[in-house]
């Protein structure tokens, strides 16, 4: 396994832990014994630490409309979803645009021929060449 999936894996364990002090904190916080509460306190603290460390080996970027995503409760493969969408269209924008200039070539081309057709034959000498 490569270190950066290692690394991964530490910071996901390190979670799956803070989750798991997290509820028991909330099911001692109901019995009004302090030392349990600090104890997991310090516990909670302690894995926190350690996972801040382990999330510095980690190099993931989030874009930041996921992370706005995910505040505001929706799910993050929207915004997959529509930057797929919107590939999708600006490359029909080009592949347009591509076509159309493919067409104007060959009517000035067309037109050029009418006009020059020595020229225009001379010219598609040097471009088979070329």
């Given amino acids: 396994m490569d270190s950066s999936k290692q690394n991964l894996n530490q910071v996901t364990n390190s979670i799956d832990k803070a989750l798991e002090i997290l509820n028991q904190l909330y099911l001692t916080s109901s019995s009004y014994n302090v030392i349990p509460l600090v104890q997991g306190m310090n516990n909670l603290v302690v894995e926190l630490y350690n996972m801040a460390k382990l999330g510095e080996k980690c190099h993931i970027q989030v874009p930041i409309d996921v992370i706005n995503l995910i505040d505001d409760g929706k799910n993050p493969d929207e915004y997959t979803r529509d930057m797929l969408n919107s590939c999708i269209a600006k490359n029909q ?10 067409d104007l070539r060959g009517h000035l081309l067309e037109e050029l021929n009418q006009a020059f057709p020595n020229e225009v034959e001379a010219y598609k000498l040097v471009k088979r060449l070329l």
């Fill in 93 to 102: 924008i080009t592949k347009g645009k591509t076509d159309a200039f493919k």
